[in-house]
T-cell receptor, first 114, second 118 residues
Framework: TQLLEQSPQFLSIQEGENLTVYCNSS?????LQWYRQEPGEGPVLLVT?????EVKKLKRLTFQFGDARKDSSLHITAAQPGDTGLYLC??????????????FGRGTQLTVWP | DTGVSQNPRHKITKRGQNVTFRCDPI?????LYWYRQTLGQGPEFLTY????????KSRLLSDRFSAERPKGSFSTLEIQRTEQGDSAMYLC????????????????FGPGTRLTVL
């Protein structure tokens, strides 16, 4: 079982549409990070959220950390083909044996068609 | 800022051979992590170092796997007697956690080493 459940697993949309990706868990996280990964490359950090209820914006991307620090969402406004990629959420569990070890979701594969 | 680098980027080997991967973290980062990623999955934790000390190893890391970070800078991950199930992307990440703090650090990943075991 995955500690972090991401949904949807696949998302295929037209350019200009909005979308939301969800990352949920029953565990509490001290922080949660979102990454984007291209085929054959390592994950590239997009954002880190640490405070319950925190909202961060990165151009057309909006990230939210749940009040209880168990879930997070990524919203993309007016998606563009350049947003295509695998979006991964990853969290560091509160009280985990390895401080800083990240638990990853399986990812959401986003494809934006022109 | 040179980022995290990993070598080689690709490795093809025959079953039973030994392979070694190298990771050079962002300079001055005191923590270094190894993860493994298979197709359709997110990265899974293997082990991590704080400076030169290996502080934890996942149960995923069998006896055939060994990792070192001899001077607290670069790290190597060796797999002995490779098996086809070892085929995966091996990712290295580094972070800077100031000593004496409880805050969570942000991990920066390298481009990975793609291992294919025939």
């Amino acid at each position: 079982t995955q500690l972090l459940e991401q949904s949807p697993q696949f998302l295929s949309i037209q350019e200009g549409e909005n979308l939301t990706v969800y990352c949920n868990s029953s565990s509490v996280f001290s922080s949660l990070q979102w990454y984007r990964q291209e085929p054959g490359e390592g994950p590239v950090l997009l954002v880190t959220v640490v405070t319950g209820g925190e909202v961060k914006k990165l151009k057309r991307l909006t990230f939210q950390f749940g009040d209880a620090r168990k879930d997070s969402s990524l919203h993309i406004t007016a998606a563009q083909p350049g947003d295509t990629g695998l979006y991964l959420c990853a969290g560091a569990v509160v009280g985990g044996s390895t401080l800083g070890r990240l638990y990853f979701g399986r990812g959401t594969q986003l494809t934006v068609w022109p | 800022d040179t980022g995290v680098s990993q070598n080689p980027r690709h490795k093809i080997t025959k079953r039973g051979q030994n392979v070694t991967f190298r990771c050079d973290p962002i300079s001055e980062h005191n923590r270094l992590y190894w993860y493994r990623q298979t197709l359709g999955q997110g990265p899974e934790f293997l082990t991590y170092f704080q400076n030169e000390a290996q502080l934890e190893k996942s149960r995923l890391l069998s006896d055939r796997f060994s990792a070192e970070r001899p001077k607290g800078s670069f790290s190597t991950l060796e797999i002995q007697r490779t098996e086809q199930g070892d085929s995966a992307m091996y990712l290295c990440a580094s972070s800077l956690r100031p000593t004496g703090t409880a805050s969570t650090d942000t991990q920066y990943f390298g481009p990975g080493t793609r291992l294919t075991v025939l």
